[in-house]
């Protein structure tokens, strides 16, 4: 940790990046970087390969910040919530540190700080600030708060425990603004989602004797329904809680006709490994893939379902 610091301290221009197609972690865990870099008086930039965030993201700290042109001149880059060096949607000529809380994570830069049993790489930035000294402000607190919020399902996960909680009630304390934080994450939801809910649910399919339910999601549905892709989640996430469910598969089709998946598992099918299969990553409960060519979503789901199979 020390040696993130001396690079911070020596740099004289950042970017923090924030993966293709982010998720709340991604955003927020860049967002309480990006305020500490600001704090230092330091040169920084936000970057998302991504033009379409999903605009229930907007209310993080500094959101208005990010570009999605690379910054020229640049000494170094912070990766925040990135498995896997593709998905930072870049190719990078300077150095760069790694902060992550993913298992697939492959430690690809020069510097990595991976913590894998943390709920959310926000928890690792949590951890980072603290250990360091540095002190906690309120928009800070905020990003923070959004990613631990996020990740853990709205604190339902198994791996949350009382030191989340207390973890929780210090970033209140710190001025985290948790109404506006779970009003957006948990309840918010735009039009063109609701309207692609519907018509996921209407089409989702139950395999493995009811332990599976599975969305096939084309690019003329997203199309449709004007939807983002961050907003297939929603539907993913809430079938987990119908009777039997042990593992729900996602898989959207791209306008390129590329693939992205994602895989939510209650442990006992470990989602990583399906998701390994397709060259993604993640954790056992939560793991996705990007097939990055063109591939029939018909068969794609076979495959996954054979894999799933073999686990159940």
């Known amino acids: 940790m020390n040696e993130i610091i001396n690079k911070i301290d020596s740099a004289?221009?950042?970017?923090?990046?924030?993966?293709?197609?982010?998720?709340?972690?991604?955003?927020?865990?860049?967002?309480?970087?990006?305020?500490?870099?600001?704090q230092k008086h330091k040169k920084v930039s936000w970057y998302c390969k991504t033009k379409d965030i999903s605009k229930k993201l907007s209310f993080i700290p500094w959101f208005d910040k990010i570009r999605d042109s690379f910054p020229g001149s640049v000494d170094l880059a912070i990766s925040l919530d990135c498995a896997h060096i593709k998905r930072l949607g870049v190719e990078l000529d300077c150095e760069l540190i790694n902060i992550d809380h993913?298992?697939?994570?492959?430690?690809?830069?020069?510097?990595n700080l991976v913590q894998t049993n943390a709920i959310s790489t926000t928890e690792v930035l949590y951890n980072?600030?603290?250990?360091?000294?540095?002190?906690?402000?309120?928009?800070?607190?905020?990003?923070?708060?959004?990613?631990?919020?996020?990740?853990?399902?709205?604190f339902m996960d198994d791996n949350v425990n009382g030191t989340?909680?207390?973890?929780?009630?210090?970033?209140?304390?710190?001025?985290?603004?948790?109404?506006?934080?779970?009003?957006?994450?948990?309840?918010?939801?735009?039009?063109?989602?609701l309207r692609l809910k519907g018509v996921m649910f209407k089409n989702m399919t139950?395999?493995?004797?009811?332990?599976?339910?599975?969305?096939?999601?084309?690019?003329?549905?997203m199309m449709a329904t004007g939807a983002l892709g961050v907003d297939c989640e929603l539907a993913l996430e809430e079938s987990m809680s119908l009777a039997h469910v042990e593992v729900a598969v996602l898989v959207r089709q791209n306008s390129d006709?590329?693939?992205?998946?994602?895989?939510?598992?209650d442990t006992k099918v470990d989602a990583s490994?399906?998701?390994?299969?397709?060259?993604?990553?993640?954790?056992?409960?939560?793991?996705?893939?990007?097939?990055?060519?063109?591939?029939?979503?018909?068969?794609?789901?076979?495959?996954?379902?054979?894999?799933?199979?073999k686990e159940i």
Do not use: W
């Not at 865990?29 to 870099?37: D, E, I, Q, R």
């Not at 973890?167 to 994450?185: D, H, R, T, V």
């Not at 599975?214 to 549905?221: K, L």
């Open 273 to 309: 490994k399906i998701a390994s299969a397709f060259g993604g990553g993640g954790h056992t409960s939560r793991s996705g893939f990007d097939t990055g060519s063109e591939t029939d979503i018909q068969d794609i789901k076979e495959k996954i379902l054979n894999l799933i199979k």
């Open 164 to 193: 989340t909680f207390a973890l929780i009630g210090e970033l209140i304390e710190c001025g985290a603004e948790f109404k506006i934080c779970n009003k957006n994450i948990m309840k918010s939801m735009s039009l063109a989602a």
């Open 206 to 221: 139950l395999e493995c004797d009811a332990r599976v339910t599975f969305f096939c999601v084309t690019d003329e549905e």
């Open 12 to 38: 004289k221009h950042i970017v923090v990046i924030s993966h293709v197609n982010p998720d709340a972690d991604s955003i927020s865990s860049a967002s309480a970087m990006y305020t500490y870099l600001l």
């Open 102 to 111: 993913h298992e697939s994570n492959i430690d690809f830069a020069m510097i």
């Open 128 to 154: 980072f600030f603290k250990e360091n000294g540095i002190k906690i402000n309120p928009k800070m607190a905020t990003a923070l708060y959004v990613g631990l919020l996020d990740d853990s399902n709205g």
């Open 257 to 265: 006709l590329t693939i992205k998946g994602s895989i939510r598992s």
